[in-house]
């Protein structure tokens, strides 16, 4: 059993729509998730992190951390064309140190 | 923001060779490194994490011997893919900490023919 699962998709969604991506993962022990988005021939760039249990918010962008059911979130409101790109789950015991991630989930956003 | 650079993007050779590739952080000093690796439709996964001026720390299956890393600098560290085998075909990538994050460079594609 991989320690972190991710849905590879593709997710193709029209422009507007809601987007929810999701990880599971088996180690109740990681307490800092991240998620990533790259785009193709680039390197994974950080949307956001959370420490622990919770939701944040960032713009269009909500992250949400069930930690009881070991499970986390994206949601993207208002999806865009630019949206485009794998979304990468991220988690650690400490922080920035030995991530482990999921496989990425390649979104499509068509206009 | 920061920037990582990796070079060379793309690198094709011939099995039994040896390849370095560079990781730079561009506009900030980062005493750690680290580097990984991505299969097709995998994800990505840590090789080993790099300290300036001390020796790597490779995860477990990761042969030290085969994959040498040199983190000389607070902003350059490579990788040395000595006699690469076919197997070894992936895309590598590293990446940097500074200002409590990592930041990734664009990645390594190397082909081992």
């Known amino acids: 059993q991989k320690e972190v699962e991710q849905d590879p998709g593709p997710l193709s969604v029209p422009e507007g729509a809601i987007v929810s991506l999701n990880c599971t993962y088996s180690?109740?022990?990681?307490?800092?998730f991240m998620w990533y988005r790259q785009y193709s021939r680039k390197g994974p760039e950080l949307l956001m992190y959370?420490?622990?249990?919770g939701n944040k918010e960032d713009g269009r962008f909500t992250a949400q951390v069930d930690k009881s059911s070991k499970y986390i979130s994206l949601f993207i409101r208002d999806s865009q064309p630019s949206d485009s790109a794998t979304y990468l789950c991220a988690m650690s015991l400490t922080g920035f140190q030995k991530l482990v991630f999921g496989t990425g989930t390649r979104l499509l956003v068509s206009p | 923001g920061a920037v990582v650079s990796q070079h060379p993007s793309w690198v094709i050779c011939k099995s039994g060779t040896s390849v370095k590739i560079e990781c730079r952080s561009l506009?900030?000093?980062?005493?750690?490194m680290f580097w990984y690796r991505q299969f097709p439709k995998q994800s990505l996964m840590l090789m080993a994490t790099?300290?300036?001026?001390?020796?790597?720390?490779?995860e477990q299956g990761v042969e030290k011997d085969k994959f040498l890393i040199n983190h000389a600098s607070l902003t350059l560290s490579t990788l040395t893919v000595t006699s690469a085998h076919p197997e070894d075909s992936s895309f590598y990538i590293c990446?940097?900490?500074?200002?409590?994050?990592?930041?990734f460079g664009p990645g390594t594609r190397l082909t081992v023919l």
């Open positions: 506009d900030f000093q980062a005493t750690t």
């Open positions: 990446s940097a900490k500074g200002y409590n994050e990592q930041f």
């Open positions: 180690n109740s022990a990681f307490q800092y």
């Open positions: 790099s300290n300036e001026g001390s020796k790597a720390t490779y």
């Open positions: 959370t420490y622990s249990s």
